[in-house]
């Protein structure tokens, strides 16, 4: 074949962290078809969705089995229930968006993968350890990364003093961080903003944790004076209302965001337009509903619910002398590997002798080597099975 293909996958690492897993996890039981795996690694919810997010999508499929109220191809950058939803979900924290600053889509991997195909050859600059989509995505296009070091040190939130060269680049952030749990304070964001302003370089700012912060931090990056000049958000409906499964999020560009002449949202907006085309009606009803009044304090229980499996986990790791974080603005603990193991010993560890599964820090970057994340996103009864069985062999 002479077809030419993309040569920067070969720069990828063979096989996208959880589908690693996965594998590890399959072989296993296959070989232990009787043990009880208890899973607690991928970033995965439980909990079924909501009473009001069911009933509106109960409606919503009535219509659609309607001559009348029946919807074809839904608008590309989302319904106007949908962004008006959205629009008040933002305006609730102070921050006022034009209806079309707002983009609909099927969830927040999807747009933090796709944002690329705006921008030309930038540097990029990104957290390590982190989500390892923003990584991958920008070495499929062949951009070059920088990677700003979190560490235990710098309680992992890395700041603009750590850069080594100033300049102008994209910038990930993600707060509450995946997998850390460290959320940057409203100075800090400052500081992020005022860099970029100042080296003309764009955030891409990744909030699909906000729900989870408890205190006074930042839930948006347009809580930040001059935000709207440099930065992009992407949020979802994933974490927030357990839509993993239905699949609904955002992003947000605002109009005074201008790169090298180019106003980025209509870009964005013709990006959308051509290569997707729009999230499924039933759909933006239920993230209508999630987005609601009532609908957010479903949300909460739902959050609230993880939250104590949260504790259950961190008590636990308490008692025994491991050292974490995590745990109190995002639903994952981000532990320090005992005796000194590397983080896939701690993952082989954990499966083959308690039939527990985590997630290898060292997947999230080089700097999370030595850490481990588990989630609390497993139900009430396996995170207490798990705690039991952590509490007697540690
Ligand atoms: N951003 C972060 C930081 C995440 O951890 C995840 C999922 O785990 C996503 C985005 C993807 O979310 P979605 O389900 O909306 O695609």
């Known amino acids: 074949m002479s077809i030419k293909t993309n040569q920067n996958y070969k720069n990828l690492e063979k096989n996208y962290l959880f589908a690693n897993i996965a594998k590890k996890v399959n072989a296993y039981s296959a070989a232990h078809p009787d043990q009880k795996i208890i899973r607690l690694g991928i970033g995965d919810v439980t909990l079924p969705l909501s009473k009001s997010v069911i009933e509106a999508m109960h409606k919503a499929v009535d219509e ?164 709207k000049t440099c930065a992009i958000e992407i949020d979802s409906l994933s974490k927030t209302a357990g839509f993993t499964g239905t699949r609904m999020g955002w992003t947000i560009v605002p109009h005074e965001l201008i790169c090298d002449g180019d106003e980025l949202n209509p870009m964005w907006n013709r990006r959308q337009s051509t290569k997707f085309n729009g999230t499924a009606y039933i759909i933006q009803r239920a993230g209508e509903a999630a987005l609601s009044e009532q609908g957010m304090k479903e949300c909460e229980q739902s959050i609230a619910y993880y939250m104590e499996n949260a504790k259950l986990i961190a008590d636990v790791l308490t008692e025994k002398g491991i050292w974490f974080t995590g ?60 705690v039991e069985r952590l509490r007697k062999a540690l």
């Open 64 to 227: 659609m089995s309607q001559q009348a109220t029946f919807r074809g191809y839904a608008p590309e950058c989302g319904y106007d229930f949908a962004c008006k939803a959205i629009q008040k979900h933002y305006l609730e924290r102070g921050v006022e968006l034009a209806l079309d600053e707002i983009f609909v889509s099927d969830g927040a991997k999807s747009d933090c993968g796709n944002i690329t195909d705006i921008f030309g050859d930038n540097d990029i600059l990104i957290p390590d350890p982190v989500y390892p989509v923003y990584m991958d995505s920008n070495i499929m296009c062949g951009r070059k990364t920088t990677l700003l070091k979190a560490t235990q040190e710098n309680g992992f939130l890395p700041m603009p003093d750590a850069i080594e060269e100033k300049k102008s680049y994209i910038i990930y952030i993600c707060s509450p961080n995946n997998p850390t749990g460290a959320v940057y304070n409203k100075d800090q964001l400052k500081q992020w903003v005022d860099y970029a302003n100042e080296t003309e370089s764009v955030i891409i700012f990744d909030s699909a944790y906000e729900k989870y912060i408890h205190g006074d931090y930042p839930h948006s990056i347009y809580e930040i004076e001059g935000s």
């Open 327 to 386: 745990g109190i603005s995002s639903p994952y603990i981000w532990l320090k590997c005992p005796n000194n193991m590397k983080s896939w010993e701690f993952f082989d560890y954990l499966l083959n002798e308690l039939q527990i599964v985590g997630t290898p820090g060292a997947g999230f970057g080089s700097q999370g080597e030595g850490y481990f994340r588990l989630t609390a996103f497993g139900s009430r009864e396996a995170t207490k099975e798990a």
